[in-house]
């Protein structure tokens, strides 16, 4: 049997990013970026906190697909090296492109190396896809077989909640992933829950009135709290979070070791390719149903 490996988009927000292919990052100057790791000598990388001084300058940011000479460079490195890949790939629903090169990439390998490389479409993205891909990382420490881990993925992404809490949506507004509707709410200074559905689409789910450091303490408390914790596997709580500004992050961190269920809280900073349409104050929860 041999070693298994895991890659991921970045979109997935994974803790562990070496074998994460990383999506692109263009500013208003059409400078092009790697997202946390560059893949080319020539071509730099970025980070949330570079994304946000950006903004502070007056730049904008959109965001593209890893490149498929990049997926083609690394599921190939790794097969010859003898390894078996699983690929978790970001939701269709949140990036088509990613997940339609991937997956067709995975397809093209499969005959030439043995079906020893399977994907899979994770339906989820940055909070969600964090708890995911550490639980999958934890799965390499079983005596386990490509297929077997990809049957037990396949059947954990339908237990992901990804969530996130969003201060302003000007930046969900700007990638054309929430209602044109909601650009009134922002206005007047609405918070916003949003959500991976089971499409892996971004919904919003709940709206918050209120100061930011109150409503963010209260958006957790809702999702996870001693009434329901018993309801989540204890594995682990992903939390990933924006440049925080009125938010007290040791707080939201206390209140979750208060709780005393997770066996481990998986804290990151997002990555490039959601940061780019970010926002300050903004935090993410990842859990996994029982």
């Known amino acids: 049997m041999n070693k298994i490996v895991i890659t991921e988009d970045s979109g997935l927000n994974p803790i562990d990013q070496e074998n994460m292919i990383p999506g692109l990052i263009i500013d208003s100057e059409n400078q092009e970026y790697y997202d946390q790791k560059s893949m080319d000598e020539k071509v730099s990388s970025i980070h949330m906190e570079e994304i946000f001084q ?3 300058e007056g730049k904008k940011y959109t965001t593209a ?9 690394t599921f190939e490195s790794l097969l010859e090296e003898g390894y078996d890949i699983l690929h978790l790939s970001i939701s269709e629903n949140v990036s088509s492109s990613s997940y339609n090169s991937s997956m067709s990439i995975i397809k093209e390998l499969q005959e030439k190396y043995q079906n020893r490389i399977v994907g899979v479409h994770t339906k989820t993205a940055g909070s969600g896809g964090t708890i995911l891909c550490s639980y999958a990382q934890s799965l390499l420490k079983e005596k386990i077989s490509l ?3 990809k049957e037990k993925i396949e059947k954990l992404k339908t237990k992901v909640i990804g969530s996130h809490f969003i201060s302003s949506c000007k930046g969900y507004l700007r990638s054309g992933r929430m209602p044109a509707g909601f650009k009134v709410a922002d206005i007047l200074g609405l918070r916003y829950r949003v959500d991976c559905n089971p499409d892996g689409k971004l919904v919003p789910t709940r709206i918050y009135r209120g100061k930011i450091k109150k409503q963010a303490l209260k958006y957790i408390e809702e999702l ?7 309801n989540y596997d204890p594995f ?3 939390l990933l979070h924006t440049p925080l500004r009125e938010i007290e992050y040791t707080t939201i961190v206390e209140y979750l070791k208060s709780l005393k269920y997770f066996n481990q809280i998986y804290e ?6 959601i940061s780019a349409y970010g926002v300050e104050d ?3 929860l990842g859990l996994i149903k029982k």
């Open 236 to 238: 682990g709580i992903a």
């Open 65 to 73: 697909a890893p490149k498929r000479i990049d997926y083609e460079k």
């Open 268 to 273: 990151s900073p997002f990555y490039g390719t």
């Open 54 to 56: 950006g903004f502070e």
């Open 224 to 230: 996870v709290n001693k009434n329901n914790v018993q």
């Open 282 to 284: 903004q935090l993410g």
């Open 147 to 149: 297929l077997e881990l």
